[in-house]
């Protein structure tokens, strides 16, 4: 169900963590390779959450701030899965962008570390670049990590691709 009172944007609308809508796409085959029970009713890890669904169902973005077994921080995009609604550089950016602002507004600050989200370059088509569309949406690459490419957005009073980021 689409929050009401939630509307993040042109495309993006804030949804619950077990949207049957946003696990269709999450699960369409093959199923996203960060979805570990495929069918499941929730497709996100626990933590305090940020879950977008566009307009046409056709995109979803997951952010999630959690700990890792050693007890550390981390605010990284989970999920991101576009099956044709559109240009997916164009998608990060904006979803980046709300991502930011909804976090501010509601849990009053960004978490103290970067959104960073990580890629598979052997779960996701072969190219030149994984994590492309990231990248092209102003993302930068800071690394890898256990065979995963590590992307960063672009931290406070930075530009995402044409957007201020932190604004508002």
């Known amino acids: 169900?689409?929050?009401?009172?939630?509307?993040?944007?042109?495309?993006?609308?804030?949804?619950?963590?077990?949207?049957?809508?946003?696990?269709?796409?999450?699960?369409?085959?093959?199923?996203?390779?960060s979805r570990q029970t495929p069918g499941a009713a929730e497709f996100m890890s626990s933590g305090r959450t940020l879950v977008l669904l566009t307009d046409d169902e056709r995109?979803?973005?997951?952010?999630?701030?959690?700990?890792?077994?050693?007890?550390?921080?981390?605010?990284?995009?989970?999920?991101?899965?576009?099956?044709?609604?559109?240009?997916?550089?164009?998608?990060?950016?904006?979803?980046?962008?709300?991502?930011?602002?909804?976090?501010?507004?509601?849990?009053?600050?960004?978490?103290?570390?970067?959104?960073?989200?990580?890629?598979?370059p052997a779960r996701v088509r072969r190219k030149r670049d994984p994590g492309r569309c990231f990248l092209r949406a102003g993302w930068l690459r800071v690394g890898m990590s256990r065979g995963l490419v590590v992307l960063e957005a672009p931290g406070e009073g930075e530009r995402i691709a044409g957007l201020a980021v932190g604004v508002g």
Do not use: K
Request: aromatic fraction near 10%.
């Open 1 to 33: 169900m689409i929050l009401p009172g939630l509307a993040i944007g042109d495309r993006w609308w804030r949804v619950e963590r077990d949207d049957p809508r946003a696990r269709r796409v999450v699960d369409a085959e093959p199923p996203h390779y």
């Open 59 to 120: 995109a979803v973005w997951g952010a999630i701030e959690n700990l890792d077994p050693a007890g550390g921080l981390h605010w990284r995009v989970s999920l991101f899965r576009n099956l044709g609604s559109g240009l997916s550089s164009g998608l990060v950016r904006e979803a980046t962008c709300r991502t930011f602002a909804f976090w501010e507004r509601h849990y009053g600050a960004r978490p103290p570390v970067p959104l960073r989200t990580e890629v598979n």
